[in-house]
Every structure is written in structure tokens, then in C-alpha cells.
């Protein structure tokens, strides 16, 4: 089955004690995404890559780090954790071509809802 | 940059009913608009899309209508049904910025029996 998946779904944890959104989609597609979607706010892009080893930020990339060492997964790092990062996270995957002028639909995973205490 | 403005923030609707939702953008070089249906507890997904090329969309209860001299498109759903509930994005993007989504702020949309 073509998915997206996302690890793990709940998270709670306390300022400053860095952790890892994991991110895997097997329909090998070349772009991946991370979003985080708050109340009133819709979704806003954190980071963004368009294939392996090409990583670029979005709308809020502050206090986010990403890597893109495989193809398949696109995890989100969270060096130092605050409370104003408390939200819900989707990880996203879509083809993007070899121009990225062509717009292909965007899967998504389950999301992560994390909360820093 | 761009900037999508969505309305209502929320909408109910009597079951049967039509129910529309409408976005504005502010880049006139905007030229790809999906819409996403959001479920509870689930990631969006792709329900319709429209390109600045075509003026209407639509695909069976759905339909999507762009303005492009305005700069507002819309969602229609028809013989609104339960499953309809959910909370819907628009997103407006360019092929320019390799078709980076910006989104709206979201519409829950309550179907009332």
C-alpha cells in the first residue's frame, strides 16, 4: 500500500531534550515536506526537499532541523525543544519531475502530535 | 509573497444542502490551486484541483471555480452527505517556486442531519 508514515503519533516531552520525527513514504518520490498545522494558522511548510541531499527551508524553519540522506525518509529533528513548538506535524511526499514545473499531489502521513512541557 | 485568505472558518450546513467555501491570493502569478479535505485524526488529501487555465472543475458533488481577474476561487460540494464533514484547505502555488503549496487557514465544514 502507498503510504506515508510517520513515527511516533503522540509525543510528550519537556524543554530542551532534543528528539526525532521520523518520516517514510515508499512511492519513491523525489519531494518531501514538513508542515506543522496549528488552530486558526492552517498548515505552514518548516522544511522542504526536492531529493536526496537537497534540503531547503519553508515558512518557519526556526528551532527544526532536517536531513535527507535516502530517498524514502525525510526526518524532522528537534534540537532543543520549547513549548511554542507544541502542535500537530505532517510529514509529505509528492513527485516533483526533473523541473518541478509540474505539480503532482501531495500525500500525506497520519501526523504527530507533539507537546513540550 | 503570497497570501491565502479562507472563508469561512467554519460552516454548517443542513445534510443535502450545498455548501461553499472560498479563498482568496494575492499573487497574480499564481497558476495551481488544489483543495484538500482533511478528516479527523488523518494527514489532508487531494480532493480537486484547477489550474489558471481552466475557469471550472468538477468532479461528481464537487466542483471548483476560479476568478482569476478577481483572484478568488471556490469549493462547492452538492447534496451535502455526513462523510462531508471535515476541514478543508485551499492552497495557491506558481510553477516558478516549484509549485510550493501556500495555504489557507482551513474551513470545518459540520454536516447536520
Known amino acids: 500500500e502507498a503510504q506515508v508514515t510517520q513515527n511516533p503519533r503522540y509525543l510528550i516531552t519537556v524543554t530542551g531534550k532534543k528528539l526525532t520525527v521520523t518520516c517514510s513514504q515508499n512511492?519513491?518520490?523525489?519531494?518531501m515536506s514538513w508542515y506543522r498545522q496549528d488552530p486558526g494558522l492552517g498548515l505552514r511548510q518548516i522544511y522542504y526537499?526536492?531529493?536526496?541531499?537537497?534540503?531547503d527551508k519553508g515558512d518557519v524553519p526556526e528551532g527544526y532541523k532536517v536531513s535527507r540522506k535516502e530517498k524514502r525518509n525525510f526526518p524532522l529533528i528537534l534540537e532543543s525543544p520549547s513549548p511554542n513548538q507544541t502542535s500537530l506535524y505532517f510529514c509529505?511526499?509528492?513527485?516533483?519531475?526533473?523541473?518541478?514545473?509540474?505539480?503532482?499531489?501531495?500525500?500525506f502521513g497520519p501526523g504527530t502530535r507533539l507537546t513540550v512541557t | 509573497g503570497e497570501n491565502v485568505e479562507q472563508h469561512p472558518s467554519t460552516l454548517s450546513v443542513q445534510e443535502g444542502d450545498s455548501a461553499v467555501i472560498k479563498c482568496t491570493y494575492s499573487?497574480?502569478?499564481?497558476?495551481?490551486f488544489p483543495w484538500y479535505k482533511q478528516e479527523l485524526g488523518k494527514g489532508p488529501q487531494l480532493i480537486i484541483d484547477?489550474?489558471?487555465n481552466v475557469g471550472e472543475k468538477k468532479d461528481q458533488r464537487i466542483a471548483v471555480t476560479l476568478n482569476k481577474t478577481a483572484k478568488h476561487f471556490s469549493l462547492h460540494i452538492t447534496e451535502t452527505q455526513p462523510e462531508d464533514s471535515a476541514v478543508y484547505f485551499c492552497?495557491?502555488?506558481?510553477?516558478?517556486?516549484?509549485?510550493?503549496?501556500?495555504w489557507g487557514a482551513g474551513t470545518k465544514l459540520i454536516i447536520k442531519p
Open positions: 484547477i489550474r489558471s
Open positions: 492552497a495557491a502555488s506558481r510553477w516558478d517556486s516549484n509549485y510550493q503549496l501556500i
Open positions: 499573487d497574480s502569478a499564481s497558476n495551481y
Open positions: 509529505a511526499s509528492s513527485s516533483a519531475g526533473t523541473s518541478g514545473r509540474i505539480p503532482y499531489e501531495q500525500y
Open positions: 512511492m519513491n518520490h523525489e519531494y
Open positions: 526537499s526536492m531529493n536526496v541531499e537537497v534540503t
